[in-house]
């Protein structure tokens, strides 16, 4: 079994990157199982070295290992080339000429979570009109999807089932930048590093189904997936880099690292009680039943 740490170095680590972090680390290593690093770095605008170097001087501050050598997205353009072509010939995919107005314009809302599904817009230009609109566009590419309905037995939040068509949409493979999406991307390298698990947040679940069924296009192996609750802000908000929430440079002010770990752990009710512990220490404790299923707020 391998699982991965799949972080974003858009900043430093706040402490739901910590929670995903540990519990995947926890879930690999009880099982014997390997862990591999991926830093998602693929948005130049975003991404940094210092944050990746930074994100690893804190998995190891925390007791966080990983076996092999770190993975760079930004370094493995051409695998995500040559997948984007086997798409490409089996023509799912299409050029995109709207803009992000335009794209929020022809969109319907999706379920009840207020994200919009993209309805198909570009689809039905005919060659001759994309042609004239590549005289003054870059467009960005999307995945065609099927009136398909994939479904997947999640660890955690159990049987989880989208329609492709009524609630993904045509989703976005390559910006008009020419930087692949993390859709493609993300199934690319799962499907090369031979990942087996993921172990993530609930606010990429819906991602599932249409990850999965870019594996089935890219003939790759589905893993097992759990995606875990999310921690909030004491007010109840979502954790977000851009907010500084709780980032780990605030928590290292106030708490050691087995403090730190030691309340996620209690948090996940791993322990009884929040106290001081080394993952190490939490290896042969965890188990996905003791695991909350519902949002917890950080206190």
């Known amino acids: 079994m391998i699982g ?8 430093r680590m706040h402490l739901g990157n910590l929670w995903s972090c540990l519990l995947a680390w926890l879930a690999a290593r009880s099982a ?17 070295q210092e944050y990746c170097d930074q994100i690893m001087r804190d998995l190891e501050w925390l007791g966080l290992d990983w076996d092999g050598v770190p993975v760079y997205q930004s370094r ?12 490409e010939q089996q023509d799912v995919i299409y050029p995109c000429f709207c803009t992000r107005a335009e794209r929020l314009a022809a969109s319907a ?3 009840s979570d207020g994200v919009t599904v993209y309805s198909g817009r570009c689809r039905a230009l005919t060659q001759m009109e994309r042609e004239e609109l ?10 065609q999807v099927p009136e398909q309905e994939v479904a997947f037995t999640d660890m955690l939040q159990g049987v989880f ?5 009524r609630d993904c949409g045509d989703f976005i493979l390559r910006r008009s930048d020419g930087v692949f999406a993390y859709q493609l991307a993300v199934v690319v390298d799962d499907g090369e590093m031979g990942v087996t698990q993921v172990v993530r947040g609930s606010d990429l679940l ?7 069924w870019l594996q089935e296009r890219l003939d790759l192996p589905h893993p097992e997936y759990g995606h875990l609750s999310l921690l909030l802000a004491p007010d109840g908000r979502r954790l977000a880099k851009r907010d500084r929430d709780l980032e780990l440079g605030q928590l290292q002010e106030r708490f050691t690292a087995p403090e730190i770990v030691g309340r996620l752990a209690y948090t996940a009710n791993l322990i009884d009680r929040p106290e001081a512990v080394t993952p190490q220490e939490l290896i042969p404790l965890f188990s996905w039943e003791k ?4 949002d917890l707020v950080w206190v």
């Open 291 to 294: 695991l909350p299923q519902k």
């Open 109 to 111: 809302p999706h379920r």
């Open 4 to 11: 991965r740490f799949a972080p974003s170095p858009s900043g």
């Open 76 to 87: 493995r353009t051409e695998l995500y080339r040559q997948a984007f072509h086997a798409l």
């Open 32 to 48: 014997e199982g390997g862990m591999v690093l991926r830093l998602e770095d693929l948005d130049p605008d975003r991404c940094r």
């Open 161 to 165: 089932s989208e329609n492709l068509a």
């Open 134 to 143: 590549l005289q003054s566009r870059r467009p960005a590419w999307r995945a």
């Open 206 to 212: 819906s991602s599932t189904p249409r990850q999965m």
